[in-house]
């Protein structure tokens, strides 16, 4: 049978993440460690204290959350290999999706660029999003029930002389718009007059919108420098929602957009779900969150967890 990695993005990580797959597993541990020598004490402390033992204010700092998913669940990956002793091509992965963060670990599986060169480009891009949410007041907002038209009246609405777009197609009912704080205000209030919840999220800053502009510049010269190869299987852009391109700039290009354009991913999983109809989902570790939004996307298609090793000896 195919298989279909979905891996997570910001926001999914918690503490503890990846310690029972690097106790269980050597080459999950060997992940975690190879994470530690490349960054150092960049982030204060070693990435694997800080996935293990937090402290939760720290491991949601965005410049942390994003190196830290992304080696938790690579971690992840090479630790469910281990425990089943399979190699990846004997897995016979059909293709990988990621959700915004998640794409650089969909990326990295498919064999577009080494755990390395993803993990820099990761901890540069999680520095630079987190330097330009602090550059601006904005946040996002979570419009539960909406759909895109919906999101789009919101942000026409409430918008005024400020940034207010669609950042996140997430699931059918689940749209997030991203902003300056104050449209995000007025969008609450146009929210509810069209009989919309609205959440204010706990984010640094609104991504995916124009004021990652800075941010999507610094990314475009790393990578720039960064060797990327044409991907072995069906890798999902989340700008497009269609598979990326057989072409290293192609994918250098989506990558940069991807900071200020829209996630499709309800899109990304509808396209995989029609063009794999006998294929099993898969979601890496950290949570289940993708797994949760797979129930609103396609309710019939059910998504294995391998949050923790136990998870995957399900199977």
């Known amino acids: ?38 960054l ?26 994003q190196p830290a998913i992304y080696t938790a669940s690579i971690a992840c990956f090479a630790g469910w290999l281990d425990g089943e002793n399979l190699t990846k091509r004997e897995l016979n992965v059909a293709a990988t999706a990621g959700l915004s963060l998640g794409e650089y670990t969909a990326l990295h599986l498919a064999d577009a660029f080494s755990f390395a060169d993803g993990l820099k480009l990761v901890a540069l891009r999680g520095k630079a999003m987190q330097e330009a949410a602090e550059a601006a007041d904005s946040s996002m907002v979570a419009l539960i029930g909406a759909d895109e038209e919906s999101a789009n009246a919101v942000c026409d609405a409430a918008r005024g002389d400020d940034v207010l777009v669609a950042a996140n197609f997430n699931a059918p009912g689940q749209v997030v718009i991203s902003g300056s704080s104050a449209a995000c205000d007025r969008a609450e209030t146009v929210a509810g007059e069209m009989k919309l919840r609205a959440t204010r999220l706990s984010v640094a800053g609104a991504f995916h919108s124009p004021f990652m502009k800075p941010a999507a510049d610094q990314l475009a010269e790393a990578l720039a420098a960064t060797q ?88």
Not at 3 to 30: D, F, H, T, V, Y
Not at 40 to 65: H, I, Q
Request: negative net charge.
């Open 40 to 65: 150092g004490d960049s982030l204060g402390a070693p990435l694997s204290t800080l996935c293990f033992e937090g402290p939760a204010d720290t491991l949601n700092r965005t410049d942390v959350s």
């Open 1 to 38: 049978m195919n298989n279909i990695i979905l891996c997570p993005g910001q926001g999914a990580q918690i503490i503890g993440m990846g310690k029972l797959w690097s106790e269980s597993s050597e080459a999950a541990r060997a992940i975690f460690q190879q994470a530690d020598e490349l």
């Open 228 to 315: 990327i190869h044409a991907p072995s299987c069906t890798v999902m852009s989340n700008v497009t929602a269609q598979p990326h391109e057989q072409s290293s700039d192609s994918i250098r290009q989506r990558l940069v957009d991807q900071l200020t354009s829209p996630v499709r991913w309800a899109a990304c999983c509808e396209y995989l779900v029609e063009h794999n109809t006998e294929a099993q989902f898969h979601e890496l570790a950290p949570g289940k969150t993708l797994g949760g939004m797979m129930r609103r996307i396609s309710k019939g298609t059910k998504v294995q967890a391998h949050n923790e090793p136990e998870a995957a000896k399900e199977l």
